[in-house]
């Protein structure tokens, strides 16, 4: 696991890019050094493994993290530091084309696209509950609002 010491001892972030720290042999190459692999997504190698640009460069800042990394401008390839924010694994957030974010009106209901129906789940005590399933989303988005109220008082 790289620590915040290591990744600022061997990079050097400038406006969103990382470089080495260590002299070139050729002093005039002065390339980032992340490079869009996955899903195209920037990635920098270091110590012969893949870690995500967006993920060390928040770490270079504030050292670890428990959550996911979003892009506040919905833009993967902008890995400015102030364009990083930290959101918790399981997000109650759905990112909008404009990179604002909303609660996400449809929490609890996914489509279930080989028996053509919505299924209800609710997380209570870290475990995922099916509440049901139906055929209108409607009733599917109903009976997990009654589940939340039930849980939660919500």
């Known amino acids: 696991m790289l620590r915040e010491k290591q990744l600022n001892n061997l990079l050097k972030y400038k406006e969103g890019e990382l470089y080495w720290k260590i002299r070139l ?9 992340a490079t869009i692999k996955k899903y195209n997504f ?7 493994k893949e870690y995500s640009k967006s993920k060390v460069v928040y770490m270079m800042h504030h050292g670890s993290y428990k959550g996911e990394i979003i892009f506040l401008d919905g833009n993967p390839l902008n890995c400015c530091i102030e364009n990083l924010k930290i959101t918790p694994r399981i997000a109650e957030v759905s990112i909008l084309r404009r990179g ?3 609660k996400n009106p449809d929490k609890g209901l996914h489509f279930d696209k080989s028996n053509c129906i919505w299924r209800a ?3 209570e005590d870290g475990e995922i509950k099916t509440v049901g399933r139906f055929k209108d989303k409607e009733d599917a988005r109903t009976a997990y609002k ?3 109220m039930e849980l939660f008082g919500e």
């Open 42 to 48: 920037p990635v920098v190698m270091i110590g012969g």
């Open 121 to 123: 789940q609710i997380i």
């Open 25 to 33: 042999v050729d002093s005039t190459l002065k390339q980032s050094i």
């Open 100 to 102: 604002r974010y909303k």
């Open 146 to 148: 009654k589940a939340e």
